[in-house]
């Protein structure tokens, strides 16, 4: 059963990735097996699919086209091996007539809670291999797809719009909790490629939050300010992000008149080893929303990954040097 396997330690040729999802086991294997609801999340930011055929037992197969943002087909014939119904997956990806395939993938399913664990492992043919189609997969945003799953479930679950991006960092779960609270550590990460951050005043407790500007020190200069609504040390923070003016009165991006002027993010931390810290943003719009609004923030989910990949690789580079 799947407790043998998720507990086995990973090989030097397997790379993994672990998702915990807020819905039953049943909805995000429906997701993944109904070819219809996978053709809404399937594949990187940008992508959409063509279900040609889908077959979902051992042997049978799963044949579809992968289209890219730029016009670009990938063809792919999914080959199964085992199915278990709510619980495992197992299978080749990267195939089609003219290759073979990439890699195996076996995907375990359990629920907890009314929460589902997603545990993949994807097995190549040598070490080599993992490292160097891992990098292939998070430089083409890959892993996005995962992401792009938790904003399905969410939809189709309790109709939220929410736009989420997750990053495992090398470093044990207190020191990446404390560059979120820590207006230092922030100012060094956060901001965009290009871009400096001034924290200008903060105040890091429950009811208290950060005034800080933005600029790119020629022409674009962005003040805003953050509200602390929860912070679970060091596992969970919520807080409110607002454009604002000089005097902190809340106002319009200076570049979006539509976007919204609330938005809420929820950062969770979890451990992943004794120094490896998954952290999963979350972002919404607040109840005062607008119809438009909310249009203009569904239309941005391609730039706002490009955006946090930005500060994630920041991150990544400046918790080196820590």
């Not at 664990?117 to 797809?145: C, H, L, Q, W, Y």
């Not at 399905?152 to 404390?178: C, G, H, M, Q």
């Not at 005034?211 to 912070?231: P, T, W």
Request: aromatic share 10%; net charge negative.
């Amino acid at each position: 059963m799947a407790t043998k396997n998720e507990t086995a330690k990973l090989k030097s040729n397997e790379l993994q990735i672990i998702r915990l999802y807020d819905a039953p086991v049943k909805a995000v294997w429906d997701a993944w097996t109904d070819p219809a609801k996978a053709a809404l999340w399937w594949g990187p930011r940008g992508f959409t699919i063509t279900t040609h055929s889908k077959d979902l037992r051992p042997g049978g197969h799963w044949h579809y086209t992968m289209h890219g943002p730029d016009g670009v087909d990938y063809p792919n014939k999914t080959v199964y091996f085992e199915v278990e119904d709510c619980a495992k997956l197992v299978y080749d990806h990267g195939a089609n007539d003219d290759q073979p395939p990439l890699f195996r993938v076996t995907v375990l399913f359990s629920e907890s809670d009314g929460k589902t664990k997603m545990d993949m492992r994807m097995a190549f043919a040598s070490p080599e291999s993992a490292v160097e189609i891992g990098k292939f997969i998070k430089k083409a945003g890959g892993n996005s797809t995962w992401d792009r799953l938790g904003e399905y479930l969410e939809k189709t679950s309790a109709n939220r719009e929410v736009f989420i991006i997750n990053r495992s960092f090398k470093a044990p779960i207190d020191t990446v909790f404390e560059m979120w609270v820590n207006p230092v550590h922030l100012s060094k990460w956060l901001p965009p490629t290009g871009c400096d951050m001034q924290v200008i005043r903060a105040d890091v407790k429950v009811g208290g939050g950060n005034f800080y500007s933005m600029s790119d020190g020629a022409d674009m200069k962005l003040l805003g300010r953050l509200q602390y609504l929860e912070i679970n040390r060091p596992h969970r923070l919520v807080y409110t992000q607002q454009f604002c003016d000089e005097n902190e009165k809340v106002c319009s991006h200076p570049m979006a008149p539509c976007w919204p002027a609330t938005m809420i993010s929820t950062v969770t931390f979890s451990e992943e080893g004794a120094d490896q810290t998954r952290v999963t943003v979350a972002f919404e719009c607040s109840e005062e929303t607008t119809a438009e609004e909310l249009a203009a923030f569904v239309q941005e989910r391609g730039g706002m990954t490009q955006g946090w990949t930005g500060s994630f690789d920041k991150l990544e580079d400046y918790l080196a040097t820590i």
